[in-house]
């Protein structure tokens, strides 16, 4: 079994509906992240979490939320959706102390139309 | 957050030593040197991370300068599989930003039979 996972792998959904992409870990770390990527370009972080009682805004978190409803689950929410929030999204998480490497999930693909 | 330099693409025989560039010209003393790398749109996965000494591990080598201006990661015989965009970055050690890495186009490295 995958340590990282991501539900949904696939989404379409329309303008101004309310969408939850959750993401799950058996890695047991405590940090965890939310970035999205657009087409021909690198990953920008969205949202990430320390530990379940903190969570700090990335450098894109307009028109996003997230909550981290224990210490292997962090959902990204995006309450009314639009075409431009049309992305690939990853999950990672990371060790609190130790080298900092990221695990990725295998990414949500969302389309909004 | 340093940022970094990388050429957008790079190709390589089957079998020879890719050597990938990065500068970071910025960096500072208690930034570490990151890669990794992203096949198609999969999650992106680590490869390997220095502060000043060159490091090895079973994908990879990292070369990092005297001055920390700038690095090599160097596979030493390529394959088709290593095909992917390979992402250079810099993160601090310790504070608030301790973990987040921040992604920028990274080098496209295409292994050729």
């Known amino acids: 079994d995958a340590d990282v996972t991501q539900t949904p792998r696939n989404r379409i959904t329309k303008t101004g509906k309310r969408i939850m992409l959750e993401c799950s870990q058996t890695?047991?770390?405590?940090?965890m992240y939310w970035y999205r990527q657009d087409p021909g370009l690198g990953l920008r972080l969205i949202y990430y979490s320390f530990d379940v009682k903190d969570i700090n805004k990335g450098e894109i978190s307009d028109g996003y939320s997230v909550s981290r409803q224990a210490q292997a689950k962090f959902s990204l929410s995006l309450e009314s959706a639009i075409p431009n929030q049309t992305a690939l999204y990853f999950c990672?998480?990371?060790?609190?102390?130790?080298?900092?490497?990221?695990?990725f999930g295998p990414g949500t693909r969302l389309t909004v139309l | 957050d340093a940022k970094t330099t990388q050429p957008p693409s790079m190709d390589c025989a089957e079998g020879r030593a890719a050597n990938l560039p990065c500068n970071h010209s910025?960096?500072?003393?208690?930034?570490?040197v990151y890669w990794y790398r992203q096949i198609h749109s999969q999650g992106p996965q680590y490869i390997i991370h220095?502060?000043?000494n060159n490091e090895t591990n079973e994908m990879a080598s990292l070369i990092i300068t005297e001055d920390r201006k700038s690095s090599t990661l160097i596979l030493p015989h390529a394959t088709l599989r290593d095909t992917a965009v390979y992402y250079c970055?810099?993160?601090?050690?310790?504070?608030?930003?301790?973990?987040?890495?921040?992604f920028g186009q990274g080098t496209i490295l295409t292994v050729h039979p």
């Open positions: 220095g502060l000043k």
């Open positions: 910025t960096i500072s003393g208690n930034e570490y």
């Open positions: 990672a998480t990371s060790y609190a102390g130790g080298t900092r490497e990221q695990f």
């Open positions: 890695k047991g770390h405590d940090r």
């Open positions: 970055m810099v993160a601090n050690a310790g504070g608030t930003s301790y973990g987040k890495l921040t």
